[in-house]
């Protein structure tokens, strides 16, 4: 099992939502996050005065897959996140050791 991490833009949410699920992958934790790469944000004027703003908004996904599915599910977050721009954002693959379903006391995989 590999858990897939992934910060995108906020306006692919939708995009890759649908391709998840028409790939066949179900389940994921979606977080409201702010970061700071390449971009580096961006300067803004208010009232007179100049601010920067480096912490950009973005959108962070969390699935836990098999790892049958950790291909399909990575190409619809790439195919669907990309944009060519600075700041499309990253993809973490992190080994899951044990997952658990609280409701069945189903372990691994069958827990997905």
Known sequence: MIKIEAIIRPQRLD????????AGVHGMTV???????KQKGYTQHYRGAE?????LPKIK???VVSDSEV???VAAIVDNAKT???GDGKIFLIPIG??????????DESAL
Request: aromatic share 2%; glycine share 8%.
């Open 61 to 63: 996904l969390e699935l």
């Open 71 to 73: 291909d399909k599910a």
């Open 31 to 37: 977080l409201e996050v702010r970061g700071a790469g």
């Open 84 to 86: 060519g721009e600075i």
């Open 51 to 55: 601010y920067t703003v480096n912490l």
């Open 98 to 107: 044990q997952a658990i379903r609280i409701r069945t006391d189903e372990r």
């Open 15 to 22: 995009a890759v939502k649908a391709a998840l699920d028409d």
